[in-house]
């Protein structure tokens, strides 16, 4: 049984950084890509960056050039460092492999 679980969120005050894990369990992360998705309250899922290989990575134009996302095979996990946070990434985040999702971590910014 595949379990993904997202840990790292919190508060976080304009202009700060996070790094957000998705471990997996039941499954190898390293065969497919992995995604980060956000959804912010009254808002619809979004989806924010995808890693398919150590050198082929996409991103949602509104995190581009904050956000970071990476995979390390050896701990079957991706990571999702969030830096220079606005107001507008408040959500919980989501990470997905194929047709699984984990159950969330919060991100909060706020002043």
């Known amino acids: 049984q595949v379990k993904l679980v997202e840990s790292g969120g919190g508060l976080v005050q304009p202009g700060g950084s996070l790094r957000l894990s998705c471990s997996a369990s039941?499954?190898?992360?390293?065969?497919?890509?992995v995604a980060w998705y956000r959804q912010a309250p009254e808002k619809e899922r979004e989806w924010v960056a995808t890693v398919i290989s150590d050198t082929v990575k996409n991103y949602a134009v509104s995190v581009r050039g904050r956000f970071t996302i990476a995979r390390d095979n050896a701990a079957n996990a991706v990571y999702l460092q969030m830096n220079s946070l606005e107001l507008e990434d408040t959500a919980v985040y989501y990470c997905?492999?194929?047709?699984?999702w984990g159950q969330g971590t919060q991100v909060r910014v706020s002043s």
């Open positions: 039941g499954t190898s992360l390293s065969d497919y890509p």
């Open positions: 997905r492999y194929g047709t699984d």
